[in-house]
């Protein structure tokens, strides 16, 4: 997958990674759209091709009564809100076989959950829409079994794949991310580290899950310093009220501080 394969993608020439950023969950228009005005001023300013992401509805959670959408046109329909407005691409998760098509007339993107990665009729229904597929890495799979799902979608004649590294679950209560995964990765599809979910400590026993925001900076370091194409933060201006994945996502105010420093490490890096 090249850059410019990305609808609305800027900043195809740099040698920055390129950033997947923005809410877990789509609660509103109101705030997408003040998020992604902030996060598009930041990554103009740093020349940073910038995807933003969105959940228009949320599957995966741990209690019945926890928060999992505002309906599914209408955040699909924000989203390509925010596409227009800001003239940037934007990636969504699709959970059912449905969702492909429906998803695919609103986004650039079309992610697959890791917990579904291994759905192969999820994944080729994605693949079939000739959208970008981003390919999460499942938390109980090597990085070497990821070759896999992304022949997946070239086999249905869509080169457009990216590969997604989320850490890997070590026991119960926490998930690690084996940098050594990310060169594996980087020979079958451009890979992206999610360093805001590498960060999740899911499965407590309120059933909510928690996090480590504080490692941010330490985990994305890692990934830049290791080449990895692209970063995947989720952000939002008040993650303790966030509907969705505040515990583990950063805000907003620090995003901009976090990536000058990180395009800074990636200028040393790329001048080895």
């Known amino acids: 997958m090249k850059l410019d394969k990305i609808p609305n993608i800027k900043h195809t020439g740099s040698d920055n990674f390129f950033l997947l950023s923005g809410p877990c969950a789509i609660e509103g228009e109101d705030m997408a759209l003040r998020i992604a005005e902030k996060v598009v001023a930041i990554t103009d300013k740093l020349e940073i091709p910038y995807v933003f992401k969105g959940s228009f509805k949320k599957a995966n959670r741990s209690r019945i009564d926890s928060f999992t959408g505002i309906g599914d046109e209408k955040a699909l329909k924000i989203l390509r809100k925010v596409s227009e407005t800001f003239d940037i691409p934007t990636v969504t998760d699709i959970h059912e076989i449905d969702d492909a098509k429906m998803a695919a007339e609103y986004v650039d993107v079309l992610q697959i959950p890791a917990f579904l990665v291994r759905q192969t009729d999820l994944v080729v229904a994605a693949a079939e829409t000739g959208k ?9 799979m090597s990085p070497e079994a990821m070759k896999h799902a992304v022949t997946k979608v070239t086999d249905c004649n869509n080169e457009q794949v990216m590969v997604t590294d989320r850490g890997t679950m070590f026991g119960y209560q926490d998930l690690i991310v084996d940098f050594r995964g990310i060169p594996t990765m980087r020979e079958f599809a451009p890979t992206v580290l999610d360093v805001t979910h590498s960060l ?3 499965n407590q026993s309120s059933g909510v899950t928690g996090g480590r925001p504080d490692m941010i900076e330490t985990i994305a370091r890692a990934g830049v310093v290791n080449k990895v194409d692209g970063l995947f933060i989720e952000t939002h201006f008040d993650p303790a009220n966030a509907k969705s994945d505040g515990a583990n996502m950063l805000d907003l105010a620090h995003l901009e501080k ?15």
Not at 132 to 140: A, E
Request: aromatic share 4%; no cysteine.
């Open 132 to 140: 970008v597929v981003n390919l999460k890495k499942g938390q109980f």
């Open 200 to 202: 999740q400590q899911p």
């Open 258 to 272: 976090l990536l000058s420093n990180l395009v800074a490490i990636r200028k040393t890096v790329n001048s080895l």
